[in-house]
């Protein structure tokens, strides 16, 4: 096939390989068969994950298998699933796209394919999943008391930097002029200063002779103070969709006898089988309206059970 090919170019008419590329092939499951838990969605216990499930990767995989293997672990003691959102964590990005869309090719988890990239750092990727890991029993008490002191450090700082008055006093104004960055007017908060560009919490510490911390905690506190708008206006989107997350859709449900959503929308939803209305709102030939129609069947169906 290589040699097929290459020959078509000009001028390679006649090249020789010193060593062939590879190629791979193999079979897949269709992922939208896959609850998020990863569950074969007709065969209750089975999990399944890794490039059987239509993806390319070790991280793909790895992260699949851990969502399995916990998965099928609450399985086996009668527990709730354990899943995590879009917003919580690219584990949560992979999944949802696998079991929702689908996929054609090998899926890669890029990070370009996450709607919440300000959310989703590394920074903070303890923050978002310590306490989940703790709370089914994955994280040890060693990593958890680490946690927990890093967490109240980082809350101290902010508390701190909230509670300490900067006046524009003639030394403060001096200083301020020694870092580099503009006067004040009126008296604002060590917080707002952390805040400008041009400074971090180590200068502004060091300047007004405040606490310092370790490194991770000093860069957690300057990420969330510089992009608190916009970290802000994320969050609140995901509060809007958690909403809809949060609305759990019957397993038995036929949606070709819901009426008012359209065609396209019942034999797509009859295929994938959300697990919620924010999964079903998600599937491509679900619009806005049909969600809307959604949203009222679940409602009468809850009051009715
Ligand atoms: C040459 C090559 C280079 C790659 N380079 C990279 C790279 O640089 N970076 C990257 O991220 N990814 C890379 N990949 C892709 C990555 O290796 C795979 O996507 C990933 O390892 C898949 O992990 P998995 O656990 O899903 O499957 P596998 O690692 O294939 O594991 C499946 C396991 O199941 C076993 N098995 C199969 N059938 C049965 C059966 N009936 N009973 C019991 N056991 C069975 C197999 O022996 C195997 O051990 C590369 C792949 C190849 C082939």
Redesign the pocket.
């Known amino acids: 096939v290589q040699y097929a090919f290459l020959r078509t170019i000009p001028g390679l008419e006649n090249v020789e390989i010193m060593r062939p590329a ?1 190629a ?1 092939e193999y079979d897949c499951l269709n992922p939208t068969q896959l609850t998020p838990a990863l569950q074969v969605k007709h065969i209750e216990g089975l999990y399944s ?4 499930n239509g ?7 790895a992260a699949q ?1 851990l969502m399995a293997g916990i998965n099928a672990a609450l399985w086996l003691q009668g527990k709730e699933p354990f899943i995590l959102a879009r917003s919580e964590a690219y584990i949560g990005v992979l999944i949802d796209d696998l079991v929702t869309k689908g996929t054609n090719e ?1 899926y890669r988890m890029m990070t370009s394919r996450s709607e919440y990239r300000l959310l989703l750092r590394q920074d903070n990727a303890d923050m978002r999943l310590t306490e989940k890991g703790r709370a089914i029993g994955l994280v040890k008490d060693d990593r958890w008391a680490k946690f927990t002191a890093k967490k109240a450090a980082i809350d101290e700082a902010m508390d701190m930097l909230r509670n300490t008055p900067v006046n524009p006093s003639k030394e403060t104004q001096a200083l301020l002029e020694s870092l580099g960055t503009a006067p004040i007017r009126t008296g604002i908060h060590a917080y707002d200063l952390v805040k400008r560009n041009e400074l971090s919490y180590a200068i502004v510490a060091d300047a007004f002779g405040l606490k310092r911390y370790t490194p991770d905690v000093e860069e957690a506190v300057d990420i969330s103070i510089t992009y608190e708008g916009y970290i802000k206006k994320q969050m609140d989107q995901v509060d809007k969709v958690r909403k809809l997350e949060e609305k759990i859709l019957p397993k038995e449900w036929d949606y070709t006898q819901i009426k008012g959503i359209s065609l396209e929308a019942q034999q797509k939803l009859n295929k994938i089988r959300p697990h919620s209305i924010g999964q079903a709102s998600r599937i491509s030939g679900v619009s806005p309206a049909d969600v809307s129609v959604l949203l009222i069947q679940l409602e009468q169906y809850n009051r009715n059970k």
Do not use: H, K, L, N
């Not at 994950?49 to 059987?52: I, P, T, Y």
């Not at 993806?55 to 995989?61: F, H, L, M, R, V």
């Open positions: 590879y791979i994950a890794g490039q059987a993806t390319s990767g070790y991280e793909e995989a298998g090998p």
